[in-house]
């Protein structure tokens, strides 16, 4: 429910209340000052789930990420699991710390 409400800023101090009724049935109260707006009453954006992925995604886009700029092939993802290879980059401690599967 998007309906918008147009009040100048004398009217939205007599009428604040209203205006705040207005927003909590999620109506956009716009607030006006010699006819420009100024301000805007709403209702607050509820996000469930945590993060807002298409927010990031438009971000990202904006400001040219959305692609990496190299390639994640096969080829270098059997490198990475290579345990010789991670052991050169990581120190050869890198597995210590894991449990022995053996056992």
Do not use: C
């Amino acid at each position: 429910m998007e309906v918008v409400m147009e009040l100048s800023v004398r009217e939205a101090r007599a009428q604040f209340a209203t205006a705040l009724a207005a927003a909590e049935r999620g109506e956009r109260v716009t607030i006006t000052k010699n006819g420009k707006a100024v301000a805007e009453i709403g209702p607050p954006t509820v996000k469930k789930g945590g993060l807002d992925f298409a927010r990031m995604q438009r971000v990202r886009e904006q400001m040219g990420l959305s692609k990496p700029d190299y390639p994640l092939d096969e080829a270098w993802r059997k490198k990475f699991d290579d345990p010789a290879w991670t052991r050169e980059i990581f120190g050869p401690e890198y597995y210590d710390d894991e449990p022995d599967a053996s056992k």
